[in-house]
T-cell receptor, first 118, second 111 residues
Framework: GAVVSQHPSWVICKSGTSVKIECRSL??????MFWYRQFPKQSLMLMAT?????????EQGVEKDKFLINHASLTLSTLTVTSAHPEDSSFYIC??????????????FGDGTRLSIL | GENVEQHPSTLSVQEGDSAVIKCTYS??????FPWYKQELGKRPQLIID?????GEKKDQRIAVTLNKTAKHFSLHITETQPEDSAVYFC??????????FGGGTRLMVKP
């Protein structure tokens, strides 16, 4: 149980392109989803937290107009990297938690999306 | 915010030996302490977790110990195998179930 699906797994595109990444919880309702970015040989850095039906909360230093997050249903969250540039190239990973704020429950991770901007 | 440190950053052991990774954190309100294993290019996988009302938890060759007073918890792997080679992250929570990941420990198990 607790499967999280993330698509696409790999994206290569030109600078200036917008890229959408989907994160789905397949067998549970995810009231909270998290988006992380991981650069090579580094740790996971939380970008934003989203609850179904409300605006995402972004971490300090993450541009909300550049990284658009939508959490329209209990099983789907999307991250759109708008007008991507080479410095946005990274490994983006989502995770989902079955319970909402204030509950310490495991986060289940998607397979990640490797984004390469040329 | 939470300050999380992991030690060592790299660890090399012989197959069959034990490995211990320590994680220190700063937020005294943290009450959930997971360990994740990440193989190259793959997702982090939860391997064991512990809550603040328990001092130790074991699952076969893997164990986690927690010292809330000193604000640290450790991952113990016994009888290591080559397939244990990966990067391990501790990720204590803070308010709102947000995890703060440590810097990671690269474990290499030599056959």
């Amino acid at each position: 149980g607790a499967v999280v699906s993330q698509h696409p797994s790999w994206v290569i595109c030109k600078s200036g392109t917008s890229v959408k990444i989907e994160c789905r919880s397949l067998d549970f309702q995810a009231t909270t989803m998290f988006w992380y970015r991981q650069f090579p040989k580094q740790s996971l850095m939380l970008m934003a937290t989203s609850n179904e039906g409300s605006k995402a909360t972004y971490e300090q230093g993450v541009e909300k107009d550049k990284f658009l997050i939508n959490h329209a249903s209990l099983t789907l969250s999307t991250l759109t990297v708008t007008s991507a540039h080479p410095e946005d190239s990274s490994f983006y990973i989502c995770s989902a938690s079955a319970l909402g704020w204030g509950d310490s429950q495991p986060q289940h991770f998607g397979d990640g999306t490797r984004l390469s901007i040329l | 915010g939470e300050n999380v440190e992991q030690h060592p950053s790299t660890l090399s052991v012989q197959e069959g030996d034990s490995a211990v990774i320590k994680c220190t954190y700063s937020d005294s309100a943290s009450n959930y302490f997971p360990w994740y294993k990440q193989e190259l290019g793959k997702r982090p996988q939860l391997i064991i977790d512990i809550r603040s009302n328990v001092g130790e938890k074991k699952d076969q060759r893997i164990a986690v110990t927690l010292n809330k007073t000193a604000k640290h918890f450790s991952l113990h792997i016994t009888e290591t195998q080559p397939e244990d080679s990966a990067v391990y992250f501790c990720a204590p929570n803070n308010a709102g179930n947000m995890l703060t990941f440590g810097g990671g420990t690269r474990l290499m198990v030599k056959p």
